[in-house]
């Protein structure tokens, strides 16, 4: 039941993320995935995305903060769990009771972890090339000592060695590939055995032969997003998850001239028709998109016309009428001739990657 708000509703294909987990499988080769489900699935809904990928047979899934892995064994997930972006003077006691294997990027991380959370499981991360989170190459001999050490006095268990890739171009990603490698070189020289490797995201488990690891860690092509700039997640074989919907709240008709949104920065250049959609910028809608942007109303694609504003857009329908309550899917699968996350993307300057994520919390996430 509402209380007069209008309609917004995500619905999330959990289906459809069940087989992009095993199309990505299928591409990647590897004996494990880890489906990402950080910053609450994508925008997803990170249980709806967890009970899909699960489904699909994901073996482990990730995310970002201890916290939404938490969150996620509170609403019953017991599923393997890695989160990998720590603060390092935290207590991981809560991580660790509830078997959730932490990322560690620094050699005062890994001290923390042993003296807060005894016994726990733990994923070295090690900087390979984006200059951004794990283990410089300079500290992973004492790092792989330190940890080794640790193991052995039962403090905790090192299960797995990761990095990520930059996705600069083919050479690049070879040479983050060769510096792994010299990573797991040393880790097991240093009397580490981490029975799992990984390093790719959505991008390399398409593109990069992934024979020498044991899992991919696929983020956006679960949620049948394209990681490429084209775009195109169909030539990939992936499926959209998520369709955005509304209804129309008002319509009118207006005289040539008539200034639309604010800063009338598109005026009707004849007598046209207009309506109104209840969802913007707070909702996730990019105010950059205004007056690029096409919605799929009454069978059509209809231009959105001036500023995208908070809470509202315009639409031009010409000389259809449309109604009051008639939907409007936002966003969804090309396929269906609703507007796609990468167009959307393309519209604001943006990636879809964006477009998913920041759809805002009034939008209900419902699974279908
Ligand atoms: C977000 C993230 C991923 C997933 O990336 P996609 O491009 O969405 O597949 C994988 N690994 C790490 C460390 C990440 O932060």
């Not at 916290?67 to 720590?86: H, M, Q, S, T």
């Not at 679960?222 to 509304?246: H, N, Q």
């Not at 996350?341 to 419902?366: L, N």
């Amino acid at each position: 039941m509402t209380v007069g708000e209008p309609e917004r509703i995500a619905w999330i294909d959990t289906g459809a993320i069940a087989a992009n987990v095993r199309r990505l499988r299928e591409l990647a080769g590897t004996p494990r995935l880890l489906a990402v489900v950080k910053a609450d699935g994508y925008g997803h809904g990170a249980l709806h995305a967890a009970r899909g990928a699960l489904e699909g047979g994901a073996d482990w899934l990730g995310v970002a903060d201890p916290a939404e892995a938490l969150a996620l064994r509170a609403a019953g997930v017991d599923a393997p769990l890695l989160a990998w972006l720590l603060d390092g003077g935290a207590d991981f006691g809560p991580a660790a009771a509830a078997s959730v294997d932490l990322g560690v990027s620094t050699l005062d991380q890994l001290a923390r972890i042993a003296a807060t959370a005894p016994g726990a499981a733990v994923q070295l991360k090690v900087e390979t090339g984006l200059s951004r989170n794990g283990l410089p190459p300079e500290s992973w001999d004492a790092a792989f000592a330190r940890a080794a050490e640790l193991e052995r006095a039962g403090a905790l268990r090192v299960r797995g060695l990761f990095s990520h890739l930059a996705n600069t171009s083919g050479d690049d990603d070879a040479l983050q590939e060769q510096r792994f490698a010299d990573a797991v070189r040393r880790a097991r020289a240093a009397g580490l055995a981490p029975g799992l490797l990984h390093l790719a995201a959505t991008e390399a488990a398409i593109g990069r032969d992934q024979s020498a690891y044991d899992m991919v860690r696929t983020g956006i092509g679960i949620y049948g997003v394209s990681p490429y700039d084209d775009g195109d997640a169909a030539r990939l074989g992936l499926t959209p998850a998520m369709t955005l919907t509304t209804r129309v709240v008002a319509v009118r008709r207006v005289p040539a001239g008539a200034g639309v949104s604010y800063g009338s920065t598109w005026r009707a250049p004849a007598p046209t028709n207009l309506a109104l959609v209840p969802v913007g910028y707070a909702d996730g809608i990019p105010r950059a998109a205004s007056n690029r942007a096409e919605v799929l109303l009454a069978g059509r694609r209809r231009p959105v016309r001036g500023r995208i504003a908070m809470d509202q857009l315009v639409v031009e329908t010409g000389d259809d009428e449309v109604r009051v309550g008639e939907p409007v899917v936002v966003l969804g699968d090309p396929a269906t001739g609703a507007p796609s996350a990468a167009e959307w993307a393309a519209w604001a300057g943006t990636i879809g990657y964006e477009i998913v994520t920041r759809i805002g919390p009034r939008v209900q996430r419902r699974p279908r």
